[in-house]
């Protein structure tokens, strides 16, 4: 435990010294150091700009999330169960998850206008796909004896499905979740960046036109650590919930 | 073939000696009766017209190669496949779906990997809807009975494949039921695990007073423990022969094995099968 805490440390302290020296070096001028990002990143933090922005980036990207966690479980086990339901609902997610999905944000606009609706609709194209066929193949795979003894032990087929298909799917369902969830970060982004500027992506925008470079790469900054952070719980959760899956199967 | 008659007809008749009102007697009780049952898997026929009696508190065995049957006939008298003909009945009621008179044990242990030892063993009751409190001292119970005595908040991943065995057997113990059905349960364990698995299932027999349906491709496995022995031949599935190994039951675990009508019995049923195996 404190030789991974200890690793952890040593990657980060390699990683942000790697940065500080290609910023002194400097790579490239629009490319500032690690001390000097820092210290931007201090300093919005302290006047609220960073809380201000994160109160309009958050909106979005918790509800998109929300959405594509929820629902993107539901309908991924619904395909995973029913042949019928693969068949409708299948071909949308894999055009989805294939879409290039920046050039879409014009006719999401003209759809949806320019508010937090498409806003939410680009971080839920970007995280859902995954999420759904994730669950879908892992639900699909559930081993046939566990659902076989599900049936002979008595259990009714909501039984079946919430105390053994679902915990036993649930490793590729969670990894589904972190999959979808960093997609769901990039996707707020990226709506803040092709929409309308706001909150995170309003602050990139403004710094990079004033060449405050140190302040935009605080920004990112800010963001990639709170989506790393926001994993980390839902890794923690899952190892709450589901303690023997996390060393593999009885099979095995 | 001739052999295999003779063994069979002198353990019958020193059953009938000891036993007047055996199953083979006049009053005959069953705990399971499957009748004319035949399965067709699309154009594959699985069994044909197959019917055996499992004699109450008994432990009968299906044997066979690989490939003739075994399991599905299990699966159909555990109520989990449905005959294309035919009916079994369970206690002189038609079968038509998985019922709380019958458990089952599988081969690959069908253990729920995120779930502790108690509460998997738990589990048949859980589906049962048995509060919580009630069902986990019924199940501490098993465990401690086929010894896995403070294994309790292990998980499946930590043990062995024989403890992770014993813990389906104590799963299909606590529910209780008359008949418990065993998928070839000992063949993912190792040979020793398995000497010692055989050995309880005697004892097992003896005490519980329960029906058990063994199916096994192992030949002197199912000599070892069986009551009766019932031979399936494939393609499609029958019951080429019943034998009814008797004599040798009292003579203790440590002499069994090399007593002479077990031998007898185990080359007599290799005789018959031997022309099955490619």
Not at chain 2, 223 to 233: E, G, T
Request: with cysteine.
């Amino acid at each position: 435990m404190n030789r991974s805490l200890l690793l952890k440390l040593l990657s980060a302290a390699i990683v942000f010294g790697a940065w500080e020296i290609a910023g002194r070096v400097p790579v490239s001028y629009a490319f500032p150091t690690f001390l000097d990002s820092m210290t931007a990143l201090f300093a919005m933090s302290i006047d609220g700009t960073l809380l201000r922005a994160y109160g309009e980036t958050l909106r979005p990207l918790v509800a998109g999330i929300a959405i594509s966690a929820l629902l993107g479980i539901v309908i991924g086990l619904w395909i995973g169960l029913s042949e019928f339901c693969d068949w409708l609902f299948s071909p949308i997610f894999i055009v989805m998850q294939a879409a290039p999905l920046a050039a879409l944000i014009p006719l999401l606009v003209m759809a949806y206008g320019i508010g937090l609706t498409s806003k939410v609709f680009v971080v839920c194209i970007m995280a859902m796909p995954v999420i759904v066929l994730n669950t879908a193949s892992a639900v699909r795979n559930t081993p046939s004896s566990l659902k076989e003894m599900g049936r002979s032990f008595l259990g009714s087929d909501f039984d079946i499905v919430t105390r053994i298909i679902l915990p036993s799917a649930s490793p590729i369902i969670f990894s589904g979740l972190r999959l979808g969830i960093s997609a769901g970060f990039i996707g707020a982004i990226l709506a803040e960046l092709k929409i309308t500027p706001t909150g995170v992506g309003d602050i990139i925008t403004y710094s990079r036109s004033i060449a405050d470079y140190p302040s935009m790469y605080a920004a990112i900054f800010s963001i990639i650590l709170l989506a790393v952070l926001f994993l980390n719980l839902l890794e923690r959760l899952e190892g709450q919930l589901f303690a023997g899956n996390n060393r593999g199967y009885v099979s095995d | 073939m001739q052999e295999t008659t003779v063994a069979m007809s002198r353990t019958e008749s020193a059953r009938r000696d000891a036993d007047p009102s055996g199953p083979q007697g006049a009053a005959v009780d069953n705990a399971v009766s499957v009748r004319c049952v035949s399965k067709t898997f699309g154009s594959v026929e699985a069994l044909k017209n197959l019917s055996l009696d499992f004699p109450r508190g008994e432990l009968t065995s299906l044997l066979g190669p690989s490939g003739c049957g075994k399991t599905t006939l299990l699966k159909i008298i555990a109520g989990l496949l449905e005959p294309s003909s035919g009916r079994v009945e369970v206690g002189g009621e038609a079968v038509t779906g998985p019922g709380p008179d019958r458990a089952f044990v599988f081969q690959d242990f069908a253990l729920l990997p995120w779930a502790s030892v108690l509460r998997n063993v738990a589990f048949g009751l859980e589906l049962r809807g048995m509060a919580k409190s009630e069902r986990e001292a019924i199940a501490e119970k098993h465990i401690c009975e086929v010894g896995l005595a403070g294994f309790e908040h292990s998980y499946p991943h930590q043990l062995s494949g024989g403890m992770r065995q014993r813990v389906g057997l104590a799963r299909a113990l606590a529910v209780d039921a008359d008949v418990l059905l065993m998928d070839e349960p000992f063949s993912a364990v190792d040979e020793q695990t398995r000497r010692k698995f055989q050995e309880d299932l005697l004892d097992l027999v003896r005490n519980e007073r329960k029906t058990f349906i063994f199916v096994t491709h192992s030949i002197e496995e199912a000599v070892y423990v069986s009551d009766q022995i019932a031979i399936l031949l494939p393609r499609p599935s029958r019951v080429s022969e019943i034998i009814r190994p008797s004599g040798f039951r009292d003579k203790g675990a440590d002499n069994l094995r090399r007593d002479p009508e077990y031998l007898d019995i185990v080359d007599s049923i290799w005789a018959s099968l031997r022309s099955y195996v490619e």
